[in-house]
Nanobody
Framework: QVQLVESGGGLVQAGGSLRLSCVAS????????MGWFRQAPGKEREFVAA????????SYEDSVKGRFTISRDNAKNTVYLQMNSLKPEDTAVYYC?????????????????WGQGTQVTVSS
């Protein structure tokens, strides 16, 4: 059974940084794509970034390009989202997701497993 456990959320001032972590267990993830999504109050869940576990190809939503970086540590089965230059509009619950196909996608419905989410709040 696949489990995804996020951590690293919190309260930060605008312009600050946070690093989210997602520990994955229950499978061998070499053929997976791992993604980060976020959902703000009253809004739909939106794509943030994704990475192919094998090879490390990445994809980003336009508003986070140049500010956020997705990476993975194969030895720790962990995916990270480094978030710099945070803005109040980045405030949301951030979710880690896993897709059992090695094809990058921003479509939430194409991901098979989800974590419980971690809250990120950016104050102005």
């Amino acid at each position: 059974q696949v489990q995804l456990v996020e951590s690293g959320g919190g309260l930060v001032q605008a312009g600050g940084s946070l690093r989210l972590s997602c520990v994955a267990s229950g499978r061998t993830f070499s053929s997976y794509v791992m993604g980060w999504f976020r959902q703000a109050p009253g809004k739909e869940r939106e794509f943030v970034a994704a990475i192919r576990w094998s090879g490390g190809s990445t994809s980003y939503e336009d508003s986070v390009k140049g500010r956020f970086t997705i990476s993975r540590d194969n030895a720790k089965n962990t995916v990270y989202l480094q978030m710099n230059s945070l803005k109040p509009e980045d405030t949301a619950v951030y979710y880690c997701a896993a897709r059992a196909l090695p094809i990058l996608t921003a479509a939430a419905e194409r991901y098979d497993y989800w974590g419980q989410g971690t809250q990120v709040t950016v104050s102005s």
